[in-house]
C-alpha cells in the first residue's frame, strides 16, 4: 500500500494548461480503471473531480480532464482559473476494495 | 442536497478509544458504499476502511488492521469508526466519504482528533 506519486507543485498561468501526473504500479493505476481525483482547497474538504480515469461528475468544468496510460494516470487543467488554485490528489483502486492516495500537488496560478 | 456530518473527534490521550461518528442525509444511504479517509496536519490523504452497503464487507488500511472497526447503520444512516489503542500518527481529520473503490463522491467536513497527552 505505497502512495501513488505525484510532483509535489505545479503551476501555470491564467488560461494556460497544466498536468498533473500519477505514477502507480500494475498493482493499482495500471491494473484498474478505478482512478479519481480530487481538489482540495485550504481549510476545506476534498472535492471529486474525475473518476474512473476520465469521466466528470456533474458540475464539474470540462475544463478539467483526466487519462492514463500504464501505470501513470494525469490530470490536465485547460483554461487556468485563479479558483483552480488547490491541492489536487489522486486515488485509485489498489486491489481487494483497497484504496491508495498520491502525496497531493500544489498548483499555483501565477 | 448530499450531507456528511461527522463528530466524535477531539483531544485523546494515547491508548484511548474515540468511537467516530458520521450523520448520513439526503441520500439512500444503504444503496451505497461508505469510506472513512484521514488527514494529518499539514500532510495529504489516506485512506482508512471502507464497508460494504450491508455491512458485510469491510477493509482496512494496513496500519490501522486490528485496531480501527469500521460499521454502520442503515436504519439510522450512520457510519462509524471505532477507533482503538490510538498513536500519536493518528492524529488527523478524519474524513466520512461516499463511495467505495470506484470514487469517494461525496465528503463531510471532518472531525479533528489529536492523539497526545
Known amino acids: 500500500q505505497s502512495a501513488l506519486t505525484q510532483p509535489p507543485s505545479a503551476s501555470g498561468s491564467p488560461g494556460q494548461s497544466v498536468t498533473i501526473s500519477c505514477t502507480g504500479t500494475s498493482s493499482d493505476v495500471g491494473g484498474y480503471n478505478y482512478v479519481s481525483w480530487y481538489q482540495q482547497h485550504p481549510g476545506k474538504a476534498p472535492k471529486l473531480m474525475i473518476y474512473e480515469v476520465s469521466k466528470r461528475p456533474s458540475g464539474v468544468p470540462d475544463r478539467f480532464s483526466g487519462s492514463k496510460s500504464g501505470n501513470t494516470a494525469s490530470l490536465t487543467v485547460s483554461g487556468l482559473q485563479a479558483e483552480d488554485e488547490a491541492d489536487y490528489y489522486c486515488c485509485s483502486c489498489a486491489g481487494s476494495n483497497n484504496l491508495v492516495f498520491g502525496g497531493g500537488t500544489k498548483l499555483t496560478v501565477l | 442536497e448530499v450531507q456528511l456530518v461527522e463528530s466524535g473527534g477531539g483531544l485523546v490521550q494515547p491508548g484511548g478509544s474515540p468511537r467516530l461518528s458520521c450523520a448520513a442525509s439526503g441520500f439512500t444511504f444503504s444503496s451505497y458504499w461508505m469510506s472513512w479517509v484521514r488527514q494529518a496536519p499539514g500532510k495529504g490523504l489516506e485512506w482508512v476502511a471502507n464497508i460494504k452497503q450491508d455491512g458485510s464487507e469491510k477493509y482496512y488500511v494496513d496500519s490501522v488492521k486490528g485496531r480501527f472497526t469500521i460499521s454502520r447503520d442503515n436504519a439510522k444512516n450512520s457510519l462509524y469508526l471505532q477507533m482503538n489503542s490510538l498513536r500519536a500518527e493518528d492524529t488527523a481529520v478524519y474524513y466520512c466519504?461516499?463511495?467505495?473503490?470506484?470514487?469517494?463522491?461525496?465528503w463531510g467536513q471532518g472531525t479533528l482528533v489529536t492523539v497526545s497527552s
Open positions: 466519504a461516499r463511495g467505495g473503490q470506484q470514487q469517494l463522491g461525496h
